[in-house]
């Protein structure tokens, strides 16, 4: 099975511009979660998509948006771009068969680097 | 507020040593509890991960161990080898919530 793929892999972007990442889930993973990875915070979870919904949010402004598609691939948008959003944006989906919680598959993120 | 304390933030063993990565969370609800490692330029790759039904699991070199009681868990890695050098997240939830994850641990195994 392929893994989780993500594009574009690197892109730079000036303050004020926006961006649109994309996210291919694992076949038949119906969950996608995007996170932020910076050297000083860490892996911030952004949101979840499960079944087309916004199920989980962080505490991120509403610059960051996504949406998931029925095929379960998503796109995750950031509008009026900062520098601070420079950062490796990461995808991750879960199968989901039932409430339990279940493993995430990481793809290998999207670098944005905000000029 | 959901959180989960991983320590050290960097360590350097040498290779053949045990090195120990512990993590504490504060929310006894979370029943999941996956670690991750990732080199650089590559995503989080799922490394192991446990329940609290058990209190140790062991997969390859790499062993979780487990203490519910004192909500913490570690990582173990026998027999560490140049290979394994990276950065290492525990993470924990449960249910449909989100990953919390720790602050991640750069390791490094010297030859």
């Known amino acids: 099975k392929a893994g989780v793929t993500q594009t574009p892999r690197y892109l730079i972007k000036t303050r004020g511009q926006q961006v649109t990442l994309s996210c291919s889930p694992i076949s038949g993973h119906r969950s996608v979660s995007w996170y932020q990875q910076t050297p000083g915070q860490g892996l911030q979870f952004l949101f979840e998509?499960?079944?087309?919904?916004?199920?989980n949010k962080g505490n991120f402004p509403g610059r960051f948006s996504g949406r998931q598609f029925s095929n379960s691939r998503s796109e995750m948008n950031v509008s009026t771009l900062e520098l601070g959003d420079s950062a490796l944006y990461l995808c991750?989906?879960?199968?989901?068969?039932?409430?339990?919680?279940?493993?995430?598959?990481f793809g290998p993120g999207t670098r944005l680097l905000v000029l | 507020q959901q959180q989960v304390k991983q320590s050290p933030q960097s360590l350097i063993v040498q290779k053949g040593g045990i090195p120990i990565i512990n993590c504490a969370y504060e929310n006894t609800a979370f029943d999941y509890f996956p670690w991750y490692q990732q080199f650089p330029g590559k995503g989080p790759a799922l490394l192991i991960a446990?329940?609290?039904?058990?209190s140790e699991k062991k997969e390859g070199r790499f062993t979780i161990s487990f203490n519910k009681s004192a909500k913490q868990f570690s990582l173990h890695i026998m027999d560490s080898q140049p290979g394994d050098s990276a950065t290492y997240f525990c993470?924990?939830?449960?249910?449909?919530?989100?990953?919390?994850f720790g602050t991640g641990t750069r390791l490094t195994i010297i030859p």
């Open positions: 991750a989906s879960s199968l989901v068969v039932g409430p339990g919680s279940e493993t995430q598959y």
């Open positions: 446990i329940r609290p039904d058990v």
């Open positions: 998509y499960f079944s087309e919904t916004q199920r």
């Open positions: 993470a924990a939830n449960f249910g449909n919530e989100k990953l919390t």
